[in-house]
Nanobody, 124 residues
Framework: QVQLVESGGGLVQAGGSLRLSCAASGRTFSTYVMGWFRQAPGKGREFVAAISRSGAATYYTDSVKGRFTISRDNAKNTVLLQLNSLKPEDTAFYYC?????????????????WGQGTQVTVSS
């Protein structure tokens, strides 16, 4: 089992940047595929990005490609999401997630473990 704690959210103007961080507990962090999801007010939870166990492969939803970057540091049990060129429609609660058995990063079904989330608000 893994516990996840996000940080780094906040209020930013359109065009600005934020970096979200997710700290994971446990000694088996490198065995989990990691992902980021988001949920805007009144909408369902949406997949944003995923990264493979080694960090060599990544996958993004189309709306964030070229703007967001997911990365991980297995030595520090941390996964990051760099958000650049932010738009008001990126406003949402962002969640870090972990899955041990996932085989394909393009599989965006819900993950096994979730953090509590961090709010990102982009003003126009």
């Amino acid at each position: 089992q893994v516990q996840l704690v996000e940080s780094g959210g906040g209020l930013v103007q359109a065009g600005g940047s934020l970096r979200l961080s997710c700290a994971a507990s446990g000694r088996t962090f490198s065995t989990y595929v990691m992902g980021w999801f988001r949920q805007a007010p009144g909408k369902g939870r949406e997949f944003v990005a995923a990264i493979s166990r080694s960090g060599a492969a990544t996958y993004y939803t189309d709306s964030v490609k070229g703007r967001f970057t997911i990365s991980r540091d297995n030595a520090k049990n941390t996964v990051l999401l760099q958000l650049n060129s932010l738009k008001p429609e990126d406003t949402a609660f962002y969640y870090c997630a972990a899955d041990r058995d996932r085989q394909r990063l393009s599989n965006t079904r819900p993950y096994d473990y979730w953090g509590q989330g961090t709010q990102v608000t982009v003003s126009s």
